[in-house]
């Protein structure tokens, strides 16, 4: 592949993840996240709320029960609440709300407000955005290094059969994952090895550091995605496409933090700069 069309392909893929981060649904329109304990809860825009939920379309949305059973949502008289993906888009009444450990969790959407459970360590939390949120209106892009085609290496897999990634996320709990092993390549003359968690669709995950953290990158590390591992365990790893964790850009993220073992001695000078 010619230089001009590497760079025009990773442009690409770029202003495509921008577009994700700008949509209405993106990670940009993050508003809050409180953690749930047994107990009764009420929900709204107004202040007195024992969650506010910024954007939402009434003072009082309803009331969010936590017992050891899940988690149920009875919406105000009145108030416009709806289950996102329902295809008719009528109000509820009352709904459990499946939370994201086992698959798609419920979102209840009022206004510009949305709502839904996560679970991250055993803990459950609610999530909440807002369409209008200062985040996403004040956003202005994010800076790059430029892109060179240096920084597109193979990996190959040494096997790790039964192993498992441990990793910390910022909230301080600690999450283990398959992960099938390391993903060696050499930059600069260098072996280097990385870890990955895999996706259900057998794509790759990576949380690393490098020595441009906390100077031109994200001090907490970056992230790094890239396809399965072929049939002869080698894959592409291309650090043009390193991006920021959404920590970098709200207060209300769970970002995972870089393993053991997944900081690199070196300076990848690739991929998105943080320069807050």
């Known amino acids: 592949m010619r230089e001009t069309a590497y760079t025009t392909e990773i442009d690409a893929w770029h202003a495509e993840r921008v577009a994700g981060l700008r949509s209405e649904t993106g990670w940009l329109t993050l508003s809050g996240l409180h953690r749930l304990t047994p107990g009764t809860y009420s929900l709204g825009a107004a202040a007195?709320?024992?969650?506010?939920?910024?954007?939402?379309?009434?003072?009082?949305t309803g009331?969010?029960?936590?017992?050891?059973?899940?988690?149920?949502?009875?919406a105000e008289g009145g108030a416009p609440v709806?289950?996102?993906?329902?295809?008719?888009?009528?109000?509820?009444?009352?709904?459990?709300?499946?939370s994201d450990a086992g698959g798609p969790p419920t979102?209840?959407?009022s206004g510009n407000a949305?709502?839904?459970?996560?679970?991250?360590?055993?803990?459950?939390f609610l999530r909440t955005k807002d369409r209008d949120s200062a985040t996403l209106r004040e956003f202005n892009g994010i800076d790059r290094f430029p892109v060179d085609p240096r920084w597109r290496v193979t990996a190959t897999l040494i096997p790790e059969p039964g192993a498992t990634l441990a990793i910390t996320n910022v909230l301080g709990q600690i999450e283990t994952s398959p992960c099938p092993g390391a993903l060696e390549f050499v930059l600069d003359g260098?072996?280097?090895?990385?870890r990955p968690t895999v996706n259900s669709d057998g794509s790759l995950f990576f949380v690393f550091g490098?020595?441009?953290?906390?100077?031109?990158?994200?001090?907490?590390?970056r992230f790094l995605d890239a396809d399965p591992i072929g049939d002869d365990g080698s894959v592409e790893l291309d650090f043009n496409k390193a991006h920021n964790p959404i920590c970098s850009m709200s207060a209300f993220a769970t970002c995972p933090l870089p393993p053991a073992g997944n900081r690199l001695p070196i300076a990848v000078e690739a991929g998105e700069r943080y320069s807050r």
């Open 63 to 74: 009331v969010l029960t936590v017992t050891s059973d899940g988690v149920e949502f009875a």
């Open 190 to 194: 260098q072996t280097h090895r990385l």
């Open 114 to 124: 949305s709502l839904q459970v996560i679970e991250r360590g055993g803990e459950l």
């Open 48 to 60: 007195e709320n024992d969650i506010v939920l910024p954007g939402a379309a009434t003072p009082r």
């Open 210 to 221: 490098d020595t441009t953290n906390g100077r031109q990158t994200y001090g907490a590390g």
């Open 82 to 98: 709806a289950i996102r993906g329902d295809g008719n888009g009528a109000p509820i009444g009352t709904v459990t709300m499946r």
């Open 107 to 109: 979102i209840l959407t």
